[in-house]
């Protein structure tokens, strides 16, 4: 077998890998429990995943600069509990409550992308900053309580289907779609990879680093700000603890689907697969009525396998 063939056969296993163990998951899933192919399990896993899969996208985009977020549980904490208290009490109309969300996620995570791009800073640790900062600035909102009584209008983007299709799922496929446009067609997405792969060379051919590096964590917040509606209109309320955790599964699935944590390299619909693989192994783990305190250790397991891969890879 020549060379080229053998490199051929490789990347074909490296680029479908992913999907053959979805498939071999949903097969042993449908075997050991009965329930897992019913209609209403399909629905809860495919609004859950629409949710970490929006997230992960975000998170993506800041991985192939090399950086990383921790903030997007607090982020979504906090743009849902604005959104739920807006709605409840200010009398606006929904659309601009949406709207308000979306740039409450944008501006966290613009403190993000400020201190990491112009002051150099590390992103774990500004991240991390953030994650503490947005967490508490949501239970000082709330007062540590749930803002219910939300408009019947606005659970429908959490809850509603539309043709069949949950309004969730559709939301992230217009998200995949406009990240994948940018990615690949824009010269902002190229700018994203260059930084990645080499910022000083990024620098020298003329690459405002800083500003691309800046933008991508506005992208993470902003994709939070959409995540938070979704979640906030799924379960009904704003909740001071939503998004706990959240932020190791959008690192996990963007890790899993073949992104470098190192930068420069990785594809939004490996992202996309790999927080479908996470939704399938969380549903079926409960269906199986897994305590939720081993569920946490097979979760770690998995986005520690992902990143001896990925270290692998990078050798």
């Known amino acids: 077998m020549s060379e080229k063939k053998k490199g051929i056969d490789k990347g074909w296993i490296q680029t479908y890998m992913l999907i053959f163990i979805v498939i071999g998951l949903v097969v042993v899933m449908a075997v050991v429990s009965p329930n897992f192919l019913t209609t209403t399990n399909l629905l809860n896993v495919v609004r859950q995943i629409a949710i970490n899969g929006i997230l992960a996208i975000g998170m993506t985009v800041v991985c192939l600069t090399g950086g990383i977020d921790l903030s997007v549980g607090s982020i979504v904490a906090f743009s849902g509990i604005v959104t739920a208290g807006l709605l409840r009490d200010s009398g606006l109309p929904m659309i601009a409550v949406v709207l308000i969300a979306i740039i409450v996620g944008a501006l966290m995570g613009l403190y993000n992308g400020y201190f990491v791009a112009y002051w150099n800073a590390a992103p774990f640790v500004v991240t991390l900053s953030m994650m503490t900062i947005g967490r508490g600035m949501t239970y000082v909102y709330c007062d540590g309580r749930p803002i219910s009584n939300l408009p019947t209008n606005f659970l429908a983007i959490g809850k509603g289907s539309i043709a069949g299709i949950p309004v969730p799922t559709i939301i992230l496929i217009a998200v995949f779609l406009l990240a994948s446009v940018m990615l690949t067609k824009l010269?902002?997405?190229?700018?994203?990879?260059?930084?990645?792969?080499?910022d000083n060379a990024a620098m020298v051919s003329g690459i405002n680093v800083k500003r691309i590096k800046m933008m991508v964590y506005v992208l993470s917040g902003t994709a939070c700000g959409i995540a938070a509606i979704i979640?906030?209109?799924?379960?009904?309320?704003?909740?001071?603890?939503?998004?706990?955790?959240?932020e190791l599964d959008a690192i996990a699935a963007t890790v899993i689907g073949g992104t470098s944590l190192s930068g420069g390299r990785g594809r939004l619909w490996g992202t996309i697969v790999g927080a479908i693989l996470l939704g399938i192994v969380n549903n079926g783990?409960?269906?199986?009525?897994?305590?939720?305190?081993?569920?946490q250790i097979v979760k770690g397991l998995i986005i520690l396998g992902a990143i001896l891969i990925d270290s692998k890879r990078n050798q």
């Open 187 to 198: 010269k902002f997405g190229r700018y994203i990879y260059a930084v990645g792969g080499n």
């Open 285 to 295: 783990l409960d269906l199986l009525n897994v305590s939720s305190f081993y569920q």
């Open 231 to 246: 979640l906030t209109a799924r379960v009904s309320a704003g909740l001071p603890t939503a998004g706990s955790g959240y």
